[in-house]
């Protein structure tokens, strides 16, 4: 027994024995967690300052809007930067934003338009921040530990959601202060820059960057509309994303209004669903390969969550479904990222992922607004119905445009041939996870295998769960 459980902790975390990922694990673990108590803490003041769903999702859109103006740009950046550098550049300009937060909160000036302005230049930053460290990861490791690593990367987001959102409903209580929440991510920040310094750059796997020229966030535009593999899992986490993974909107407003909750029954709910979250997560770094049946099963097991949440009675039953959600939100994330990323070639993957970070977190702007007004219109349990309904949609529109889509050996890098792997028909390789954001965010956190000569192959079917 013992000796089992040795071997399943050695495959679930054996990229950590590669010094640059393990600095950049440790970074990420407690910068993430800091993230998360500014996430809720500034859900928490807005509800606070205007009792308004529409008010909840406005700064969602705040949040994200930025991602979908500038995603696939900022992947194009990250494309021909040094990924290294430009998340240091990135990570410290958020700590700044952070320290702006935490003083314009403790001077008592705070005001719900402050607070968006402050939301939209984080959002500005998780633009570049987003496709530059999911495609970082892929330089890290060795090929053989890739999925483990982007799985990894995924828990550690998703691991943050755990502590990040009973943190700050613990700090909120003990300060009677919306404020050091702010002050203290922004200390966690220190953490991944220094991970980031003490690097080996001669230890990482770096490709060439991309030289800078007209038309490359067309071109990788155009890859994605030229493979049904790669925009159908696009266009159901677009539906998904808008609908759906909305929780900073829907879940509070249920906790407050349905089921007679408080901030601490916010936070700790939150918590619960990223629990669900996280296990879901380490469950699929042991997994080495995802199929459209997966992502079809996760995006239908999002949906039933979903309904199920909206159908609870009280605070008992919530806590439960919950983790179920959780669970149901990662698979689908996990599923839909990696046969994204890994049928991305090396040359596009930066803007595949960014493109990848707009549909996701980006229709979060449209849809957190639609929803918040929902909610306040029809209740929060009709918002949380329409992101069943959406999973639902998905799920059937992946299933039946995927499972037509006959497999094609090169879509925009004729030379990534299966030279050394033939094509797997009908699954991909797991190289996964997010995050995602985003759940937030990060709720995008993975990243592409290799080249497509590492899977080019027939995803049957298709749709949505997650993070």
Known sequence: MTEKLHTAATDT?????????????????????????????????????????????????????????????????????DKRKLLMTVQALAMVQSIGLGVLVL???????????????QGVLTAFDNPTRRSFVVEMVPKEDLSNAVSLNSAVMTGSRVVGPAAAGALVLATHSYGWPFVIDAATYIAVLVGLWMMRPDELFSSPPMAKAKGQVREGLRYIRSDAELYVPLVMMALIGTFAFNFSVTLPLMVSGPLHGGNTTFTLLFSVVSLGSLVGALYTARRTTVTGRHLVHAASAFGVAMFLLALVPNLAFAFPVGALLGMGSIAFMTSSTAIVQVLAGPEYRGRVLAIQGMVFLGSTPIGGPIVGWLSDVAGPRAGLAAGGVSCVVAAIYGRRILHTTPASDSVATPDATTAEHPALTDEVLLDDALTDKALTDDALTDDALTDKALARCTVDEAVAVAD
């Open 13 to 81: 975390f054996r990229s950590l024995h590669v010094r640059n990922f393990r600095l950049f694990f440790v970074g990420q673990l407690i910068s993430q967690t800091g993230t998360w108590l500014t996430m809720v803490t500034q859900t928490l003041l807005v509800l606070k300052l205007s009792h308004s769903g529409v008010t909840l999702g406005l700064l969602t859109a705040c949040q994200f809007g930025p991602v979908l103006v500038l995603g696939a740009w900022a992947g194009a950046v990250a494309d021909r930067a």
């Open 107 to 121: 001077s008592g000036h705070a005001t719900v338009g402050g607070i968006f302005v402050l939301a939209a230049i």
